[in-house]
């Protein structure tokens, strides 16, 4: 009798990414499926101890906030004795910087197999890079402020991400990509004030569209790993241009001083707002012609397109009392907030509970700070508050116990432990 082959212990996300890979070359036709089938059965999930996911998230946040510190370290030594170093000194500084701290992150990755600290390591070359962008312009006398510069960062940035397929350099990329769309819309708005309402308006649909994109991409295996930071990107964006669209002052400003729009802005918000709803419409059609449409996925495009509705009308249409607008938008938030604990609840994802409850808090707190500053005594405002936070507190904290038992037994029917998390 033929002793079976012994299978390669993996830890779960080198399984992960096999799949993926295996996957990628079936497409590409590099290998059979029955190949790729035959790869993945030679190797097994390695047995993980009790603190084995925690301990990896632990080393990924260990790592990243070194580089972080270090990066910062390392700007501000630089910045503070820039005056001081002679013009060749300032560019081979920063050449020489970029190359050690690549290749010292390449280095880690691939020879000493730590793809952890390798990671936050070219995360430090990334860092670093925006900041030899600035330096060197201020070299040359250009304005810090320029949104150009931003670009440039912008643009070594996100393919590297894509290159290395690394979750928290696309991080950096996205919020470099939203610092440089922010600086270019400022300058695309001129007159007297009103720049508030446009500027969240655009927000809401880049949030919008980064959602809708995070969504596709998590639908085609070779950019799956790129689209949790999407959504997620997406989603703050979105919310806080929403949050921030539930005060009277962005509408009864916009009433005050209208701003001017260039051509520019105008086409960053069309552009923002036809690819969200095309990718939108593109996703949830994919959904329904493969059987994998789902009530919470289409919760969700109806929401997020009803709100592409709601920033245009806000953007486009003359505005008449401030009060009826901050209304509709205080209900759009409530909706909002709905949506996102049944979606959590619809789809088992306990982070999209959490959120939903959290933002039910932060919204409560604002709208009674918000009344209750204005019409009672500093001190009874203080005092009521605190006693609405704690009933508040006391509701919402069993709700979200009864929800995350419910998706916990609805996964586990034998009731598995983790039920009152």
Known sequence: MTTPTPRQPLDEQSIALLQRETSVWVARGLVTQEQAAAILTGYEAAPAGPGHWLQGRLITALAVLGAVLVGLGVILFIGANWQTIPKFGKL???????????GAGFWTTDRLRMPNVGTAVILLGALLFGAAVFLVAQAYHVRAGTPSLFLWWLLGVLPL??????????????????????????SWMHGGGGFVLPFFALAMVVGICLAALGSAKRRIVATEWAAQPLQWAGALVLLVALYMFTFRFLFSEAL?????????FLLAFHLSAGVGLATLIAVWLSDVRAGRASSS????????AALVGGAYWALFTPLGSEVSYALV?????????????L???LDGKAAAVNLGIGLAVLDI?????????RLLDRSVAFIMGGLLLLALGFALERLRRRVLTTIVERE??????GAGR
Do not use: H, K
Not at 297 to 304: H, I, K, N, R
């Open 412 to 417: 586990q029917p034998d009731g598995a432990a």
């Open 297 to 304: 996925g289409s919760l969700a495009f109806v929401g997020l």
């Open 92 to 102: 081979a500084m920063v050449f020489v910087g970029l190359v050690a701290t690549y």
């Open 329 to 341: 938008f205080n209900v759009a938030m409530a909706v909002a907030i709905l949506g996102l604990v």
């Open 343 to 345: 979606v959590g609840y």
């Open 256 to 264: 005050a001083r209208e701003a001017a729009l260039r051509w520019q």
């Open 161 to 186: 991400a894509y290159a290395l397929r690394s979750r928290a350099v696309l991080v950096l990329g996205v919020g470099t990509g939203l610092a440089t769309l922010g600086v270019y819309a400022a």
């Open 365 to 373: 707190v604002t709208r009674y700070f918000d009344l209750a500053w």
